[in-house]
């Protein structure tokens, strides 16, 4: 699912739910110690699945422990993200030599909780997500605004070390090619030498969920498709 809207060079693995064989690590145990179980079983998943795209990589399965941040802590040369929603689980991964960032999310497909929007979005945000349900109203826009800016945050932290609130970011998309710009106000990565201030990422909505996902490419122009788990 989420694939389709990652470029080339980026692995994916996923899951519908949690499979029986899924195993942490024993060095992963304390970032779940005392947790409950719904998070252990997606804390456990999450980190099942990259050790799977880790291997289609070409390289071993390891240990995923967690930054201050609650951010995966990749490999060396590898950059990659995970996420998770109720009945859905996922990880995509890429060489960091390709690739100088990836965020995604999934979120299920319906109207945020009322008064969630305002705290996300801003007032342009919020006028143009209301001319795009007046098109599309097919699609709950909110639901998508929050997933992007989760990718958004994914994608742009791990390159700066620092956080993003949800005003920090302006976005705006493109109902008709499945796309979204994120203008970043809180300083910017730099990747390659220049700096990122506008991010782009694409997304889709199948089977009663919304995935989001921006990569960030090592060369000049980034690369972007469009889900803050980790």
Known sequence: MIAEILPAGVVVAEYFGDPPDARLFPEEEAGVCGAVDERRREYTTVRHLARLAMQDLGLPAVAILSGTRREPLWPSGLVGSMTHCVGYRA??????????????????????????????ASPGEISRLAE???????????????????????????????????????????????????????????????????????????????????????????????????
């Open 91 to 120: 990880a995509a991964l890429s060489f960091a030599d390709r690739h100088a960032s990836i965020g995604i999310d999934a979120e299920l497909h319906a109207p945020l909780t009322e008064g969630v929007l305002a705290k996300i």
């Open 132 to 230: 795009r349900e007046a098109g599309r109203p097919e699609v709950h826009w909110d639901a998508l605004l929050f997933s992007a800016k989760e990718a958004v945050y994914k994608a742009w932290f791990p390159l700066t070390r620092r956080r993003l609130g949800f005003h920090e970011s302006e976005l705006n998309f493109d109902p008709d090619c499945h796309a979204f710009t994120a203008d970043v106000h809180r300083g910017e990565p730099v990747v390659a030498g220049y700096p990122r201030t506008r991010l782009t990422g694409r997304w889709h909505v199948h089977d009663g969920i919304v995935f989001t996902a921006v990569t960030i490419g090592q060369a000049l122009l980034s690369t972007v498709v469009a889900d803050r788990d980790v």
